[in-house]
C-alpha cells in the first residue's frame, strides 16, 4: 500500500514537473514569435549543397557564399554546375564544384572526402536532390527504385559520411528539402510523395538520435517544406488555381532567401511560403473528410 502511493506520488511529481515545462517551452516560443532570435553567421562555414545545377539548390549556392560561406556545390550535372561555381568565383566568392551520384554510396564517400581535402570539415548538409518541379509533378511516375535512391536512400549515405564528424567536433547543421508532394500527396505520383513523406520521418528520426545524445544544441536540424507550384515563375501560366489571390508566386532566389534566413534562426522547420506552414499544422487538426474538402476547394495543380 504505502509502495502503491509512493509511486502514485512519484508519477503526480513527474507529470507536474511536465506541465511546468510544457508552459516554459510555451512562453519561450511565444517570446520567440515576438522577437525572433539573431541571426547567426555563416562567415568561414563549410556549406556542402547537393542538388545545385538547377533551382532553389543553385540560389542557395549563390547567396551561401556571398554570406562569406566557402560553398561546395555538387551535382551530377558537372555541367550546369561548373557555370554556377564559375559565377560565383568571378564574383570574388568561395565555391568549389564536385561531381557526384548521390544514389552510389563509393561516390558519396569519395566525394566527401574531396570537399575535405579543399576545404575541411562539412560544418552545413543541404540535400537539394529529389525536390520535384511543378512539370516533374504531371509527369508519368519516376521508377519506383530510382525515385527512392535518390530522394530517400541517398540521405542515409550523406548522414552515414558527414553526420558522426559534425557530432564529434560538436558543430554543424543538417537541412532536409521536401515538398508538399509529402503533406497530402499527389495523384498518379506515389513513388514520389511517399519518398517525401519518409524524408520527413528521417528528419524526425534524427532530430530525436540528436536529443538522446544530448548534440540538439550543437548540431541543428531543419526541414524544409518546398511548394513547388508556387516558386518556379516558367510555369506560372500553367499553373491551375481556384482562387489565385491566396496563393501567387515567388522566385527561387526569394525562396533560397527565406530558407537561409530561416536555417540562420536554427528554425526546426521552415515552409516556402511561410503561412502555409502553421495552415498545414491546422488542417492536421481536422478531421480527414474536412481536409479532403478544402483541398477540393482550393483545387491546386499543373496543366499542361
Not at 581535402?117 to 520535384?132: E, Q, S, Y
Not at 541517398?154 to 553526420?163: G, K, P, Q
Not at 536540424?221 to 518546398?226: A, C, K
Amino acid at each position: 500500500m504505502i509502495l502503491r502511493l509512493y509511486s502514485s506520488f512519484i508519477l503526480l511529481w513527474d507529470f507536474c514537473i511536465i506541465l511546468m515545462l510544457f508552459a516554459i517551452q510555451l512562453l519561450k516560443s511565444l517570446y520567440q514569435w515576438a522577437k525572433p532570435p539573431k541571426r547567426k553567421s555563416v562567415a568561414g562555414e563549410i556549406v556542402a549543397i547537393f542538388g545545385t545545377s538547377r533551382g532553389v539548390g543553385r540560389d542557395l549556392a549563390f547567396q551561401f557564399a556571398e554570406l562569406g560561406a566557402k560553398v561546395a556545390c555538387v551535382d551530377i550535372n558537372s555541367t550546369d554546375n561548373e557555370i554556377l561555381v564559375k559565377n560565383i568565383n568571378t564574383s570574388g566568392y568561395i565555391a568549389h564544384a564536385f561531381e557526384c551520384d548521390v544514389t552510389n554510396k563509393n561516390d558519396v564517400i569519395r566525394t566527401t572526402t574531396a570537399i575535405e581535402k579543399t576545404f575541411g570539415h562539412i560544418t552545413m548538409l543541404f540535400h537539394c536532390c529529389g525536390v520535384p518541379s511543378p512539370r516533374t509533378l504531371v509527369t508519368d511516375p519516376p521508377p519506383i527504385q530510382a525515385t527512392l535512391d535518390l530522394s530517400v536512400i541517398s540521405h542515409f549515405w550523406l548522414l552515414e559520411a558527414i553526420l558522426p564528424k559534425m557530432k564529434r567536433n560538436k558543430h554543424g547543421h543538417i537541412v532536409f528539402l521536401t515538398s508538399v508532394a509529402g503533406l497530402s500527396g499527389m495523384k498518379h505520383q506515389m513513388p514520389l510523395s511517399v519518398a517525401q513523406f519518409a524524408v520527413q520521418g528521417l528528419f524526425e528520426s534524427v532530430l530525436d538520435e540528436l536529443r538522446i545524445e544530448k548534440f540538439q544544441d550543437t548540431v541543428h536540424t531543419s526541414l524544409v517544406h518546398l511548394y513547388p507550384f508556387v516558386i518556379t515563375p516558367k510555369c506560372r501560366n500553367d499553373i491551375r488555381m481556384r482562387i489565385p489571390s491566396a496563393f501567387g508566386t515567388i522566385p527561387s532566389e526569394e525562396a533560397a532567401r527565406r530558407i537561409i534566413e530561416g536555417v540562420r534562426k536554427n528554425e526546426l522547420e521552415i515552409s516556402i511560403p511561410k503561412y502555409l506552414l502553421v495552415l498545414g499544422h491546422v488542417l492536421r487538426l481536422l478531421p480527414r473528410r474536412a481536409t479532403l474538402l478544402l483541398r477540393e476547394l482550393f483545387d491546386t495543380g499543373v496543366d499542361f
